[in-house]
């Protein structure tokens, strides 16, 4: 139930005034109404003073109305209200000494409503009450209503309770019935009009129509063809052209509403009043009642980096799905305010090395781990400011002396090192120092020579050998053989004849130089060897060429293989074959892109957008120009649009079409899909584009009598897809044309039903009706005189009534005992006989000892007095006597009932007897003679 407040008179008035600017067709604003309106200007004390004397005077609930129509309803501006009148009104005992009516009466008013404590509070007045085309002002002030507003719509099933000025209320209603013209005058008025009807009728069917002279001869003239007047109707084409309301309601120029904290999107619309298709008034923007959600996708939008603070955030953007599935979207990309990844050092990249300046870098990379659990890369290899840089250090071991005999100088090689996590690593191969050693000739040691010396015995002479010294951080050490002394005898002589064998050669991989044989000789004339093939002074520098590479993929570096061969005079001879030599570099992987393959199988859709992830892969090419393919996992999403098309399957249900009865076509419903690789249907059925021509057929028709004119009502249906679907029956369509009646005979026709009587004759009226023959047939008769009534006859009932009256009852007793007996109430009579009369001879004669007027005796019985003489008996009889009456009975045909006064006719005494005896002990001249009883 509506809790119904108190509409203050002022917010009334105003109500009123707003109401009577508004609208050009409503009644003009009363003097209250203007003074109220002006008091904005004027007086506020004396605007509050009137509004609660006018108050004061207003009864609550007085009556109730309901608008005609669903009717909008508006925040602060005022709608005009069509009411009707729902509950009369309860007058105060005593006010409405005259009894007027509201039969046929109709309201006019304004309503709004205003926001109060969050609640919209609907207000109205009415402005004046109408009765056909005769209307009254009312006094806005004084009759007006207050409820509570759920939908911006009155409903006609709502009741509105007007609170209202008794006596204001009565005197309107008085003088609105007291408008109607007189019986007679209305009489002739609708005689008028119906002749100018029968006219009209005339001329639309192309002659004169039906003769009205009389029929049996005995009428006078045109009395045949008389029936009473209706109003003449004007024709739609004929009547006056009227501007025309038309509210609709749009969404143009509304625009949605967006609501992060509820995580919708309310659509707006606006309510436009138009006349001849131009908009008068329009409302502001407010809620539709449809909203969408807010969703969120991230599948479009870059993680955003910040490298300073060493965070990752994800970003999304904002959208909602409209009814035509369309993808809406609110906002650009945006981090996610609750989710946040961690950049880090990764520092599995190659170290970075400053042979120059003898430093080692520790290179990194910045990641981090998103969402998808793929790690992602901020930063490629550069120089870490977080490590400190590595001092290396130039180390020997592993690294053998260069010799170059023919300088007699040998030099220094060493490698470059640096520790890392407690582990050394090299940083360059074996490569020569500025630090030299020069050669040294030692033939003796401790006074011993160190060499065996060469004897020729055939010359008898003596060749000394020496070794060759050198000092390294001040211990000495032997870097060849014995060798000769050529200066010290007979010119010996070395060649490598006969000791070219690479095989037996001296390899030194880490130096990179091979050390050929050799064996001395001295000619004395023919050349003599004196020495096997040995480790002599001629090198040969190792050709190097990389054969392949040894790959590690996990630190993305290689080291190159190689094969090592020597040019001995003039041909090439290998020494090793695809190995690594000690300090080989470790040359690091070229970057040359990432690549983002789509994964079609793993195409999904949000709505009707389409989605296709991505496989990323980090590409490197090796030293060898072969590749390295690194997956990297997930990558950006691939959008491929809008992917819905409409389709009607599934939709065809005409129950649920869109029905336009004017414009005479339904539009249809759709749904939409896509497809993967099936069809897929996304949302539900709605309103479509598809329009479908209504095929209309005639199946009854809309009387309307008093105008003798019918519509036809149809019944609608639609063709889909060459099936048809019947949208209505029976439908009065907007654009159906009225079709007069065909005017006939005029027949007598009797009503059984309006039978009357005088005295015991029925009489059976008569009436001469016009009939007409409507559009379907059927006839429609309009009774235009009375005619001479039909006797039946005497209809009376006669018959006889009788009775029996109860008059009285007379008791009558003999003998010893007692006689009793009980009227209808239950009241005993009883008479004790021997107490009466004694126990002499009276007892034998028949006593009547009383008489009784006080009912019907009955249940009558007899008791013996018990004594010692017991064998006494008594007998007893009760008669009631009654008067048989009798009455004539005469029922009148209209159920009334004559009597006639009672007659006695006879009278009848039924008897009921009793007795009673006990034999007797003694004798009965003993009992007589007065023995004990």
């Known amino acids: 139930m509506r809790n119904i407040l108190r509409l203050s008179m002022v917010g009334a008035m105003l109500l009123t005034s707003t109401a009577a600017g508004f609208s050009q067709t409503g009644a003009p604003p009363t003097p209250a109404a203007q003074a109220a309106g002006a008091g904005k200007q004027g007086q506020i004390g004396q605007q509050a003073t009137s509004a609660a004397q006018a108050t004061a005077a207003l009864r609550e609930k007085l009556f109730a109305v309901a608008v005609k129509q669903t009717t909008p309803i508006f925040e602060g501006k005022a709608v005009e209200l069509a009411l009707q009148i729902k509950k009369a009104p309860q007058f105060t005992a005593g006010v409405n000494k005259d009894e007027v009516s509201v039969a046929g009466v109709s309201a006019e008013g304004f309503s709004q409503y205003v926001m109060h404590d969050g609640k919209k509070i609907g207000q109205a007045v009415l402005t004046r ?20 507003v759920e939908e911006d719509v009155i409903d006609p099933e709502e009741t509105l309770d007007v609170s209202g000025n008794e006596e204001e209320l009565i005197a309107a209603l008085k003088k609105l019935n007291a408008q109607e013209e007189p019986e007679d005058d209305k009489d002739k008025d609708k005689e008028e009009d119906e002749e100018k009807y029968e006219d009209v009728e005339r001329d639309e069917n192309g002659g004169s129509g039906a003769g009205s002279g009389s029929s049996d001869g005995g009428e006078t003239p045109g009395q045949g063809g008389y029936e009473t007047p209706d109003r003449k109707e004007v024709e739609e084409k004929d009547a006056p052209e009227e501007d025309l309301e038309e509210i609709r309601v749009t969404f143009e120029g509304c625009s949605p509403v967006i609501d992060r904290n509820q995580g919708q999107v309310r659509v707006q619309s606006k309510t436009q009043t138009l006349k001849k298709g131009i908009v008068v008034e329009e409302s502001a923007c407010s809620d539709s009642g449809t909203n969408f959600t807010i969703q969120k996708s991230g599948a479009t939008c870059d993680d955003k980096i910040d490298v300073t603070a060493r965070i990752a955030k994800p970003q999304y953007l904002e959208y909602y799905v409209n009814s035509q599935q369309e993808r809406i979207q609110l906002s650009d990309c945006q981090p996610d305010p609750d989710t946040t990844f961690s950049i880090t050092e990764d520092d599995s990249c190659p170290i970075d090395i400053d042979l120059q300046n003898g430093m080692a870098y520790i290179e990194t990379q910045m990641v981090y781990t998103d969402g998808n659990n793929n790690l992602q890369t901020v930063r490629t290899c550069e120089r870490s400011q977080f490590y400190q840089p590595i001092k290396m250090a130039q180390v020997t071991d592993g690294c053998n002396i260069r010799h170059d005999f023919g300088n007699s100088l040998s030099t220094e090689m060493a490698m470059w090192i640096y520790q890392k996590d407690d582990q050394f690593f090299q940083a360059s191969p074996c490569s020569v120092t500025e630090n030299t ?46 060798t000769p002394d050529s200066n010290a005898s007979i010119e010996i002589k070395s060649t490598t004849e006969g000791c070219i064998n690479p095989a037996e050669f001296n390899h030194d991989i880490a130096a990179g130089v091979s050390y050929g ?14 020495s096997s093939c040995q480790q002599g002074g001629t090198t040969y520098v190792h050709n190097v060429d990389v054969s392949s590479w040894k790959h590690n993929d996990e630190k993305k570096v290689a080291q190159p293989l190689s094969d090592v061969s020597i040019n001995v005079a003039g041909q090439v001879y290998p020494i090793a074959s695809n190995m690594m030599l000690p300090g080989a570099p470790e040359v690091a992987y070229t970057k040359l892109e990432t690549e983002a393959e789509q994964v079609a199988s793993g195409r999904y859709f949000e709505g009707c957008y389409a989605f296709v992830p991505t496989r990323l892969t980090d590409v490197f090419e090796r030293p060898d120009s072969t590749r390295l393919e690194v997956p990297l996992g997930d990558g950006e999403v691939f959008e491929e649009g809008y992917q819905c098309k409409p389709t009607i399957e599934g939709c065809i249900s005409p129950a649920d079409f869109t029905h336009d009865f004017t414009a005479g076509v339904s539009t249809g419903l759709e749904r939409f899909y896509y497809t993967n690789p099936d069809r897929v249907y996304v949302g539900n059925c709605q ?37 048809s679907y019947t949208i209505a029956t029976k439908k009065l369509l907007p654009n159906a044309q009225y079709v007069a009646y065909t005017k006939k005979n005029i027949e007598e026709v009797e009503a059984p039903s309006e039978r009357y009587y005088e005295g015991c004759n029925a009489m059976v009226p008569v009436q001469r009706n016009q009939v007409y023959e409507r559009p379907d047939g059927s006839k429609h008769s309009v009774t235009i005189s009375n005619g001479t009534p039909v006797n039946e006859g005497d209809k009376c009932e006669r018959s006889k009534e009788q009775r029996k009256r109860y008059i009285r009852t007379k008791f009558e007793a003999k003998g010893y005992g007692t006689l009793y007996s009980y009227n209808p109430s239950g009241k005993v009579r009883s008479m004790d006989v021997s107490q009466s009369w004694g126990w002499n001879g009276n007892g034998h004669q028949w006593q009547s000892f009383s008489d009784r007027t006080d009912g019907e005796y009955q249940s009558t019985g007899c008791r013996v007095v018990q004594q010692n003489c017991t ?4 007998q007893g009889r009760v008669t009631n006597v009654f008067a048989n009456e009798e009455r004539d009975v005469l029922t009148l045909p209209d159920g009334k009932v004559e009597y006639s006064e009672w007659k006695e006719v006879s009278r009848s005494e039924p008897v009921q007897s009793c007795q009673a005896s006990q034999p007797s002990r003694y004798s009965d001249s003993y009992c007589d003679n007065g023995s004990d009883h």
Not at 446 to 474: E, K
Not at 517 to 530: D, I, K
Not at 689 to 710: F, G, L, V
């Open 871 to 874: 064998g006494r008996k008594v």
């Open 437 to 482: 050693y020069p050669h040294e000739k030692v033939f003796k040691k401790n006074g011993v020579d160190i060499c065996q010396t060469m004897v020729d015995l055939s010359g008898r002479r003596a060749i000394p050998q020496y070794r060759t010294q050198i000092t390294v951080g001040g211990a000495s050490q032997y870097i060849d053989q014995c």
């Open 129 to 148: 009450l109408t009765k056909g085309e005769r209307f009254v002002e009312l006094n806005a002030e004084n009759f007006s209503s207050q409820f509570d």
């Open 687 to 723: 309103k479509g584009d598809t329009n479908y021509t209504h095929i209309a057929q005639t199946s009854a028709w809309k009387y309307d009598d008093p105008k003798r004119k019918a519509r036809p009502l149809s019944d609608v249906s639609i063709k889909i897809e060459g099936l």
């Open 517 to 530: 044989l050799e064996r001395h000789y001295f000619e004395n004339p023919t050349r003599e060897y004196v």
